[in-house]
């Protein structure tokens, strides 16, 4: 049996994931596995199991969403699938299992490899501690991964996870010196922090177009400095300072601006956070550049919240030196943050979600996230002024009532925002990316489901959805699900429709 499969529904919801973003239609499992609702979650994608054991293929009687197939590891040959089939699928397969279940070589399954675009591919470590080891062994046999790193820190076992992407490649890409990447970032009130961000953008090769709305310190007065030095735009929004925060309008303006831009991509970033790829030491204008290459053309983010342990930062220093400790993104709208696409000449839509999702015809996701680093609160004085004092008194109303606005709501007066580091994870550059590499370039694990897009645009919608799912995996739908649809094609193939009109397709 495949223990780490078995074990680790995450990897199959990992599969699901990228297969869908990519635009597959079949994800394939070698071993045993705990499926945990993925096939029905996911009903615009085959799932077929391959297993173990003697015999011929057969159909599974454990589900009607899924097939099996078994697999006699003496034989040495894995079953005939259709090469169209294996063209358009994503492998999820262990190396290695533990005594008393099967064991497959890289040898074992390279026919499989070979065949499908990608690879997801795990190993429990059994008390090695040798990072690395299982990207090094599919490197020299010819299956370089493009991303490696560890399910979870702590497992036991602790299993390696390898992500052998033939499109993406090893994302080591550099972006030829014409790429050009703008960033249109929106300000108020970050003058300890402006001069930084500005300048970690411009360092990485980006330029930045600034919408500061009518900040009362120096926010704008430190921006104007960076003017030819990278700051390719400088302005004030709306033509008069107004009583209220009016993010809707503030949104329209980033539309307008980068509908005019003259770049190969666009971000829509905040002042108070850090765009990073998803591999380590390399650009974010290189990581874009990789996304492009591969025929994507936006890109989506997991969201890391760094907290201040003290209130020791000093305004103008690098503030993504000095904050260290983090915790992932708990809103419902940090499960999407698609703030970066490709500038083909289209006008994106972006008020529509609060600015969390860029939306335009033809749009194709980049199947791994890039990390937002987020830094709202540097210090309990900042914290006080900012949320009690600067923000509070100007949320707009009427997008309060479409549920905009809402994060901050907990916090009164005599709130702590400094933070204890042992309720913290600490990020150091490399080893937090490996170790928590599933979260990082999936959000899998973080989510909890897989929660569509829709039901990240209100309250109202979140709602719905919360409310279908919590019937469709109770008791009643599973009892449905395991004896009366499986038995049933035309209520199966109705299920199915339901499923994919209320749960969405590809995302």
Not at 56 to 73: A, C, E
Not at 87 to 100: F, I, N, Q, T
Request: net charge neutral; hydrophobic share 40%; with cysteine.
């Amino acid at each position: 049996m495949n223990e780490a499969v078995a074990g680790y529904p995450e990897l199959l919801r990992l599969a699901a994931r990228v297969a869908r973003l990519h635009g597959y239609s079949t994800v394939i499992t070698l071993g045993a596995s705990r499926w945990a609702g993925t096939p029905i979650k996911d009903p615009d994608l085959d799932f077929v199991e391959i297993r173990s054991g003697p015999g011929g293929p057969k159909r599974s009687r454990i589900s009607g969403f899924h097939r099996q197939l078994t697999w006699d590891p003496t034989l040495g040959s894995l079953p005939t699938l259709d090469p169209d089939v294996l063209a358009r699928s994503v492998a999820c397969l262990e190396l290695d299992g533990p005594s008393g279940g099967w064991t497959a070589s890289i040898d074992a399954v390279r026919t499989l490899l070979e065949c499908v675009p990608v690879s997801i591919v795990t190993r429990p470590e059994w008390g090695s501690r040798d990072p690395g080891a299982l990207g090094r062994a599919l490197a020299a046999a010819g299956l370089p991964p493009t991303f490696e790193g560890r399910l979870s820190p702590g497992g036991t076992p602790d299993v390696e996870v390898a992500i052998v992407d033939r499109v993406v490649g090893e994302g080591r890409d550099r972006a030829p010196s014409d790429f050009r990447v703008v960033a249109v970032m929106t300000a108020y009130n970050e003058e300890d922090i402006i001069g930084p961000s500005i300048e970690a953008l411009v360092a990485g090769g980006i330029e930045v177009h600034l919408i500061d709305n009518w900040s009362s310190d120096r926010t704008y007065d430190i921006a104007q400095g960076y003017l030819g030095r990278g700051l390719v735009g400088l302005e004030r929004f709306p033509a008069a300072p107004t009583p209220t925060f009016d993010l809707t309008q503030i949104l329209h303006r980033v539309e307008d601006v980068t509908a005019g831009l003259r770049s190969d991509w666009c971000i829509h970033h905040d002042a108070d956070e850090r765009k990073v790829g998803p591999w380590p030491g390399r650009s974010l204008r290189d990581a874009l550049w990789v996304a492009q290459r591969s025929g994507f053309n936006a890109i989506d983010q997991t969201v890391l919240d760094f907290r201040p342990v003290d209130s020791g930062f000093m305004p103008g220093t690098d503030y993504e030196a000095h904050f260290r400790s983090f915790e992932f993104g708990a809103e419902l709208g940090d499960q999407l943050k698609i703030q970066a696409w490709r500038n083909a000449g289209q006008r994106v839509v972006l008020a529509e979600s609060g600015g969390h999702e860029a939306v335009f015809p033809g749009r194709r996701v980049f199947p791994y996230k890039f990390l937002l680093k987020h830094y709202p609160i540097r210090s309990q004085a900042h914290g006080e002024r900012k949320i009690l004092v600067e923000r509070r008194a100007r949320w707009n109303p009427a997008e309060r009532a479409r549920g905009w606005h809402v994060h901050y709501d907990d916090v009164t007066a005599g709130h702590v925002f400094v933070r204890d580091p042992s309720e913290l994870l600490e990020f150091v550059d490399g080893r937090t990316q490996r170790d928590y590499l599933v979260p990082f370039v999936s959000g899998v694990g973080l989510e909890g489901t897989q929660v569509p897009g829709w039901a990240l645009r209100g309250r109202t919608r979140a709602l719905v959805y919360r409310s279908i799912r919590a019937l469709d995996e109770g008791r009643v739908a599973g009892l449905l699900r395991r004896s009366i649809l499986p038995r049933a094609p035309i209520a199966r193939r109705l299920a199915r429709r339901v499923r994919r009109a209320i749960f969405g397709g590809r995302a």
